[in-house]
């Protein structure tokens, strides 16, 4: 055997053993406090040299001793712990996912059944859960929204969306909003307004216009001002409230006006609901919030429960239908696919049967009372507390400032969403099943950090 033979098949073993070790670590439910420090060691380790260093640099879990300690471990209701056993009540939500609690039992029930008989589709015969769930949906969004393509996530989601929307019309131009977030492939970031985000990949795709969020005048001179020079707008696409923009919350009846809008110049409304969706705001869906019928939703996060990576648009007829002589113009091999679809119909179910969304608005005026109670006498760091249902903002004049209280509130056990690249506005997106006293201990948490600052 030669030695770079040797070397080969050396290399192989040792893989597999590491392999084996992984493997040993997932079986357990428990773990001793020298395996927990090998974990922490190849988590951190992996990350430096072959994820990502920069995911290092900025994380809330740097210790005072610069040890990346707090690797997440396992999770449950409104909390999840590190693999050192400290429990944290989650407020940042995996910015959105958990809507129906960690692990929700419904739903992992719902994924493992389905797991047990058939974990994907062959993609020619017919899958019935898509069917059904599709039937759901058309059941519960607003309007005349009939028709579901699934997808794998919220970037996915505004792909497909504005595929569809192109291909309603013979236009090209899209207007999109500043601030807004609706992914980083090169569609849907060509949506998303954020400089930092856009300018490595310039060009985009053509025919996008920015207009400021909530500035309805504006936006009416850039339809009519598309409209004269023959670039007529094929669709405006919105989130309902802006999420990574900072919780932004658009001025009375602009989303009506905006409906309006389309209406009058024949364009197709896009609401991304990805981070809005599925109970969020106090109702299922921000569109029945402000009352406004779009001619497709985006959904993902919170559809696969916090369980499955899952999405979907769901669009009406009219704008649907140029995809039924080709449905094939547009596919995934993993959307739709049927342990997502089990996840999503059981959170759906969920949200339903125990009143979610309501509950989300109910637990969203107190969590924003308390916070905003708390910030009294601060008004020197906190700028601004806002929010709508468990979709909650607390704006800082730094971000400095901001990272600050994030990571004085995750020393105390309470995730937030807020790093060192973007804290001025840190976000609360809890789990809509979090319980009041949970609600009490961040607003205790936050005013005692704010005090020591």
Known sequence: MTTELKNTVNNEQQVSEYINKVLSMIEKEEVTQEEAQWVIKETVDGFRDHVNPGFLAYRKTVTEGGQFAAVEWSDGGSCFKDINGKTYIDCLGGFGIYNVGHRNPKVVKAVTDQLNRQALHSQDLLDPLRAMLAKILADITPGDLKYAFFTNSGTESVEAALKIAKMSSDRTTFIATTKAFHGKSLGSLSGTAKGVFRKPFLPLIPGFRHVPFGDIDMMRKTFESCAFVGEDVAGVILEPIQGEGGIIIPPANYLKEVRAL????????????????????????????FEVEPDILCLAKAFGGGVMPAGAVVANEK?????????????????????????????IGVLLEENLPERAAEVGEYFLKGLKEAAQGHEDKVLEIRGQGLMIGIEFHQDEIGYEVSKGMFDKGILVAGTLVNSKTIRIEPPLTISYEEVDTVIQSFKEVLATM
């Open 262 to 289: 389309c209406d009058e110049y024949g364009a197709v409304l896009i609401f991304d609901e990805v981070q809005t969706g599925m109970g969020r705001t106090g109702k299922m869906f921000a569109a029945d919030l």
């Open 319 to 347: 704008v649907f239908q140029n995809l039924f002589d080709n449905p094939f113009m547009h596919t995934t091999t993993f959307g739709g696919n049927p342990l997502a679809c089990a996840a999503a119909i059981a959170t």
